[in-house]
């Protein structure tokens, strides 16, 4: 079965860069959500986003933007950044919205700034 | 606020012997609980949920979780731990509109030969 898909797997970025991570949810999928996991730590929620557009919003900072495009698929853009961004970037999406829906993580995307 | 709280950072067990992972949940509505298994340098994978249905939820590979809402508990259990269960196990809580999910910090599962 289709999974979500992440790009790029591993990114290496200088302070200050900017970068953009993507996200191609399952399939149908029309809700597609945003964690960040530093080193052993848990998972935070970023933002989510339903049909386009912003459906909650977590511990994203002012640096970082997202948006969802008209195929579903979503990206995360992330300027000025800093040593402590480092962290494992993890996307997940659901058949719709609600909190019976069960969210589908993808692989990830590992960012280190140095 | 909704929220959920491992109650042990790390389990040791030896193969074949029962795994107990302790979740407790606090939330102000019925919520949905989840339980995801992470393998080292992997994603999340969902092992089981829970959203108001059967009490006692049974997922893959083995493990199931009893939903005991006078104890607001969602302990994960295995009648017999396999040397593939060593990974590192998070108790999760949907939040109310199920637009966002509430991790708890994990717990570190190790198995032994």
């Known amino acids: 079965a289709a999974g979500v898909i992440q790009s790029p797997r591993h990114l290496i970025k200088e302070k200050r860069e900017t970068a953009t991570l993507k996200c191609y949810p399952i399939p149908r999928h029309d809700t597609v959500y945003w964690y960040q996991q530093g080193p052993g730590q848990d998972p935070q929620f970023l933002i989510s986003f339903y049909e386009k557009m912003q459906s909650d919003k977590g511990s994203i900072p002012d640096r970082f933007s997202a948006q969802q495009f008209s195929d579903y698929h979503s990206e995360l853009n992330m300027s000025s950044l800093e040593l402590g961004d480092s962290a494992l970037y993890f996307c997940a999406s659901s058949l719709g919205q609600g909190f019976q829906e069960t969210q589908y993580f993808g692989p990830g995307t590992r960012l280190l700034v140095l | 606020a909704q929220s959920v709280t491992q109650l042990d950072s790390h389990v040791s067990v030896s193969e074949g012997t029962p795994v107990l992972l302790r979740c407790n949940y606090s939330?102000?509505?019925?919520?949905?609980l989840f339980w995801y298994v992470q393998h080292p340098n992997k994603g999340l994978q969902l092992l089981l949920k829970?959203?108001?249905?059967?009490?006692l939820v049974k997922g893959i590979n083995g493990f199931e979780a009893e939903f005991k809402k006078s104890e607001t508990s969602f302990h994960l259990t295995k009648p017999s731990a396999h040397m593939s269960d060593a990974a590192e196990y998070f108790c999760?809580?949907?939040?109310?509109?199920?637009?966002?999910?509430?991790f708890g910090k994990g717990t570190t599962l190790s198995v032994s030969s």
């Open positions: 999760v809580v949907s939040s109310q509109a199920g637009t966002a999910l509430i």
């Open positions: 829970y959203t108001s249905a059967a009490t």
């Open positions: 939330s102000s509505y019925s919520p949905s």
